[in-house]
């Protein structure tokens, strides 16, 4: 991937530093791996089986924190012996190459030559009053506790009555990890949280977004989360859809768990 993998010719190649799991297979025979570095094009992994320049290379990459697997395939440009670089995961690095429609299944950056703004929302309805769901959405210091993709939640700032003014985040976006710090102001007469976005990487270039709640029936309460961010890059259409789709609802069910178990 770019010249760090000998990969040629990918000049808008993006590379994410991170140790993913892998198993690979060459024939009938299974390697354990972890990733150094991965972008569209390709991998850089540790292993301690040395692969031949040209060889093809079945690949898991096993997701931890999505719990899912992504199995794809491609050719090894070269693998080199880390002299006195002795890790668990193997001493030979190799940097293998996508083959050629694989890497349009993977959630990697597409591109880093614009920007690309998305607006992405969901609605749950929760068995509770809107006053026990209003006090529950706006403690933002439990978001990890009920959102699997942030990973991180630190408050930075206050305001007087002890809620959340600026937090900053960590949030996994499955390959994808982005840091962030939001800054909330609160609605309570229209039962309302927003917030905007107050720095961030340069992978998000803004956040704004709300929560917004409705009663909907006796004793049940209708939680619509919006946002509208804009990203350094195009995405995958796989990642998009995983946020736009499987992450929002994921969260908002666990949040709807979380406040219906509690008397």
């Known amino acids: 991937m770019g010249n760090g993998n000998g990969i040629r010719g990918k000049t808008q190649d993006a590379r994410l530093v991170k140790d993913y799991d892998l198993f690979v297979r060459e024939q009938d025979k299974i390697f354990r791996a972890k990733s150094r570095d991965v972008s569209l094009y390709g991998i850089g992994f540790m292993c301690n089986k040395e692969f031949a320049k040209g060889a093809l290379l079945d690949l898991t990459i096993y997701i931890m924190e999505a719990n899912v697997n992504y199995d794809v395939k491609g050719v090894v440009r070269h693998c080199s012996y880390r002299n006195g670089k002795s890790t668990p995961d193997g001493n030979y690095l190799t940097g293998l190459e996508f083959t050629a429609g694989h890497e349009k ?103 704004t977004g709300r929560y917004s709640l409705k009663p909907s029936g006796p004793d049940k309460t209708a939680v619509t989360f919006h946002a509208n961010i804009t990203l350094s890059y195009i995405p995958s259409n796989r990642l998009l859809n995983y946020f736009s789709s499987v992450a929002v609802r994921k969260a908002l069910r666990t949040f709807k768990t979380l406040v219906e178990s509690e008397k």
Request: hydrophobic share 35%; aromatic share 12%; proline share 4%.
């Open 105 to 207: 299944g993977l959630p990697f950056i597409q591109s880093e030559t614009k920007q690309s703004a998305h607006a992405v929302s969901g609605t749950v309805v929760i068995d509770r009053d809107i006053q026990t769901v209003y006090k529950k959405i706006t403690n933002i210091e439990l978001f990890p506790k009920w959102n699997p993709e942030i990973k991180i939640a630190k408050v930075e700032e206050r305001y007087p009555d002890g809620r959340c003014k600026r937090v900053s985040f960590e949030h996994q976006f499955l390959l994808l990890r982005i840091r962030y710090t939001d800054e909330y102001t609160f609605d309570d007469a229209a039962f309302e949280m927003k917030w905007r976005s107050a720095g961030a990487d340069t992978t998000l270039v803004s956040n």
